[in-house]
């Protein structure tokens, strides 16, 4: 009894933690199945078949590389867009701020169905033809508040009288931005710029109403579960998670070793 | 260092300061000789930190100009004027170390070896070890130190201080004012001081600029500003002051006589800093620490010639060197005297009739339409 008292909290943070890891591994073991039929929902044997060709799916990795290719673009975009709405609203007085520092939410706040069907309409009124940049618009512009919102943060809790130091240290304007201001909001554009990325490359609704016939990797998965669902998928998806993984644990680790040499 | 910028003085001219319908400086008109370590002293919101940073260029003047040595720097940016600055919390780039925090101002201007200035620089402050260190690692002095050292390698004409010592506790503080005292000696560069503590000031400047409202009060050495104050603020704000409406019986001779409470006080005509007419009101003003306290009993053994007030003690406290009695007289309520611990007389106790005495030369004279009580009370940490 003494011991599941102390041990209360741990318990409950791996309880916690398998709650949301168990779903990825269950890809993750289903990436090895050799189903019967097309439904990959039943364990039946392990294989390496869809390791060895993960794009002998049908236009499987043309949609996943179209997917990574508006995921990067928008997310370049909304990261140089939302970076210096973020600098305006929080560093000028202007006509309108108020109002754009509400609106800025809106696009978090509003149902997506919503958004989507909006936006269809809009893209239609305006005779625009649907494909790759009627879905590189719309992603931006959702990905726009959260970046909006990430570096806004970091911008209003930095002082500014390191830039007045900078300009007082002999640092021209742009000096002063790319030597000082830039490295110091530099957290929260990264984090903006990650947050952008995983909402443009999963997301599904808007993309899937504004597209046309261009087919993102999310649209692909969802037109693949009407019909079957190849292994491929889990292995996309595997190799997704891991490649997230491998990032946070090298960031984590380059993080505390210059931590280590800063105090050694 | 070898500085060979002959640089000279800074003059500030009819340089002022509005913010919409708030003026935060009026016009003023300040010279800071080359090679001085002047205070801009007075409480917060009088105007010394915008007028600080008009002559770092952080700041446009309103009106007025801004000149070091000849030339005239008002309308250069503060990345193209000789002038260097320690912030208030010192903004260190706490992404940059502590050697490319000092050596930041150096490579802006595109100098190629920086190692050895920046080694002096370190060694300058004592903070050779620490040069691979983040400033958050680095205690308060030490950031203070390195915000120093990165202001002073560029060997600005001008060193410019925001209250640097305004988040150290006490006794660092008092290290630390030693220490820039030291450098400054050191390195010969002209500091310009901005601070709310009146002790501070009086330690380190040669020069102190007392500022109210905007305006400067009064300017001199720290012992002429303590002892001459020419307004009821200065009187109040340095130190403490005790101030006794008087009215005028005598005038014309070296020593100007009033009335206060029935008695009767001198002081030397040439200290009063007010107009004065028999009749008229002045404030007659002396210092805590050079009035005697004298037990009602012993009246008969004080010298003639001096500046008697009698009273009664209200309350006393012991602080060790010396002991600080608030007197309530007939001339004025809650005077204080501050008594050395030389030889404890017991009957000074709260309730004992006293008599306070003088040398009269050691009182002042002020202008009698002023608020006697400007300045009391206005420094934040009242230490």
Redesign the interface.
Known sequence: MRWIRRNLVVIAGLLTLAYMIVPNIVVMVFSFNKPNGRFNYAWQRFSLDAWKDPCGVADLCGSLTLSLQIAAWATLGATVLGTMIAFALVRYRFRARGAINSLIFLPMAMPEVVMAASLLTLFLNMGAELGFWTVLIAHIMFCLSFVVTAVKARVMSM?P??E?????????PA?TFV??TL??AAPGIAAGALLAFALSFDDFIITNFNAGSTVTFPMFVWGSAQRGTPVQINVIGTAMFVIAVLVVVAGQIVTSRRKK???S | MTDTNTGGDVRLTGISKTYGSFTAVHPLDLTVPQGSFFALLGASGCGKTTTLRMI???EEPTTGTVFLGDKDVTDL????RP???V???Y?????L?IYENIA??LR??GVKSVKKQVGDMLDLVQLGDKA???PH?LSGGQQQRVAVA??LI?HPQVLLLDEPLGALDLKLRRQMQLELKRIQTEVGITFVHVTHDQEEAMTMADQVAVMNGGRVEQLGAPADLYENPRTTFVANFLGTSNLIEAEVVETGGTDLVVTAGGGKLSLPADRCSAAVRTGGKVLVGVRPEKISLAHADDAGKIAEGRNRVTGRIVDSSFIGVSTQYVVNSPAGAELQVYEQNIERDTRLAPGAEVVLHWNPAHTFGLDATQDIDAGVETVEDAS
């Open positions: 002082d009288r390191l007045e130091a900078a300009r007082d240290l002999y640092a021209g000096q030597r000082v490295p110091i040499a800063a105090t | 770092a260029g952080l940016p503060p990345y193209k002038v260097n600055t912030f208030q919390s903004a260190l780039f706490p992404h170390d930041f101002g802006r201007r691979k260190h983040k690692q990165r202001a560029n």
